[in-house]
């Protein structure tokens, strides 16, 4: 097999597969836009991992976990993290990868009653490479207060359990519209933010009809940026609360 030299990873916040006002199922539309981007890995925020309510309620919500569905439909691989558990359900973050996948951990940064949040630690394995890559997918709260609590204990995380020279990625909904996560954490990190290093600056992703604020990132460590994109107009505006964002990465 050719060896792998580079590919895309995409993180996209899926609103539980509703439209931005939850008054539509998306997911068939999601999954349509997601097969043409074509991405090699998703870190994907807000996936249901059940809701009965839903499926009672939409005839085309599906009555599996929603990271297995968007698995056979795209042929990936994939592995979920539950976060947030209620009632009807949970929901929670999920990496779905072209290449082989290997689920570690589930590191809970949960602060505060209201908002259970989480780390979905994965490895990927690309196609020739010595190495696999360790793959984060985040969800961070949205009070700047609590994304400090949550920007420690990412890096604790990272620093007792990832070796310095692992091929790392820290992907998802930070909410961080105060752009604070790139000097919290990343430079504790040494690691780099995909659209920092391609454009100079954050791109606006929320909400997804009309953008301003800058909620999700890709960070990278022990790894080149080679692009950095947005996914902006239609479909994607009509999908979910948020626009995905993708980064063209390669082994340095």
Known sequence: ???????????????????????????????????????????????????????LQYNEYPDQSQHEWFGEY???QNSYGKNSEYENGHHGNAVLSRFPLDPKHNVNITVNKLEQRGVLHCEVQPIGWERP??????HLNLFERDRIKQYEAITNYICHEISDDQPLILAGDFND??????DKLAHDLGMTEAFKHCHGKLMPTFPAKLPVLSLDRIYVRNLKVKDAWVHTGKPWS????????SAELALL
């Open 177 to 182: 519209w105060k752009k604070m996560s790139c």
């Open 133 to 138: 890559i360790v793959v984060l997918c985040a």
């Open 1 to 55: 097999m050719k060896t792998t030299t580079s590919f895309v990873l995409t993180s996209y916040n899926i609103h539980k597969g509703m439209s931005p006002l939850n008054r539509q199922v998306k997911m068939q539309g999601i999954a349509k836009a997601l097969e043409a981007a074509g991405a090699d890995i998703l870190c994907l925020q807000e996936v249901q991992g059940q809701n009965l309510k839903r499926n």
């Open 74 to 76: 795209l042929q990936l």
């Open 238 to 245: 009509t999908l979910s609360d948020h626009l995905p964002i």
